[in-house]
């Protein structure tokens, strides 16, 4: 995916399925789970129900660190 600051949400929306995305007049990229109801277990081990940064690239690099916590929890 390319990560420059015109980001499509849309490539977006196809990389990471399973969460909703928006940018807010800020600028600002939020992410939340699509159908996920974090428990306090998992919010332990460092999962997100929401996650956001100023940037296109911190914010694929954070929706990927989710990701594969995912999987090994």
């Known amino acids: 995916m390319q990560q420059t600051a015109g980001c ?3 490539e ?3 990389a990471f399925p399973a969460w909703s995305f928006f940018r ?3 600028g600002v990229f939020y992410a939340t789970r699509r159908g ?5 277990t998992d919010i332990d081990k460092g999962l997100r129900q929401t996650v956001s940064a100023e940037d296109v690239t911190t914010f694929v690099s954070l929706l990927e660190d989710q990701t594969q916590m995912a999987v090994r929890s």
């Open 24 to 26: 807010s007049d800020a």
């Open 36 to 40: 996920v109801h974090l428990r306090n």
């Open 8 to 10: 499509d949400l849309d």
């Open 12 to 14: 977006l929306r196809t």
